[in-house]
């Protein structure tokens, strides 16, 4: 009787204690890694439309439906809306979910 009563004792501890805080952590993993994915391919699309183009917004669009707040802004701070001349930085930054992140990235052509 000893063994099941131990037995349910430590089942209860993991499902009270432990068992939320890797379900957490897990979670936490899985939002980061979306940030990041996302972070990735937008940088990847405005190097590659040469900026804020339609095809940027639209994209930009799609994933504020998802929970998505993305900025494009210069090197000065000032919002980008369109496309951008060779050389300059456009910087993005994305706010999901309580996480926060920026990137860059420098148009190499137009």
Same mark, same amino acid.
Request: aromatic share 2%.
């Given at each position: 009787m000893g063994e099941k009563t131990g037995f349910l004792t430590v089942l209860l501890l993991f499902a009270?204690?432990?068992?939320?805080i890797l379900l957490n952590t897990f979670t936490s993993q899985v939002n980061s890694s979306k940030v990041l994915?996302?972070?990735? $391919?937008? &940088?990847?699309?405005?190097?590659?439309?040469?900026?804020?183009?339609?095809?940027v917004k639209k994209t930009?669009?799609?994933? $504020?439906? &998802?929970g998505y707040h993305i900025e494009f802004t210069d090197s000065n701070g000032n919002p980008v809306t369109g496309k951008v001349d060779v050389g300059k930085?456009?910087?993005?930054?994305y706010k999901f979910n309580g996480f926060e992140t920026s990137n860059s990235t420098i148009i190499m052509k137009r």
């Open positions: 009270i204690g432990i068992f939320p994915t996302v972070s990735t $391919e937008i &940088q990847q699309l405005v190097t590659a439309e040469g900026g804020v183009t339609d095809k930009v669009d799609k994933l $504020e439906d &998802q930085e456009v910087v993005i930054n």
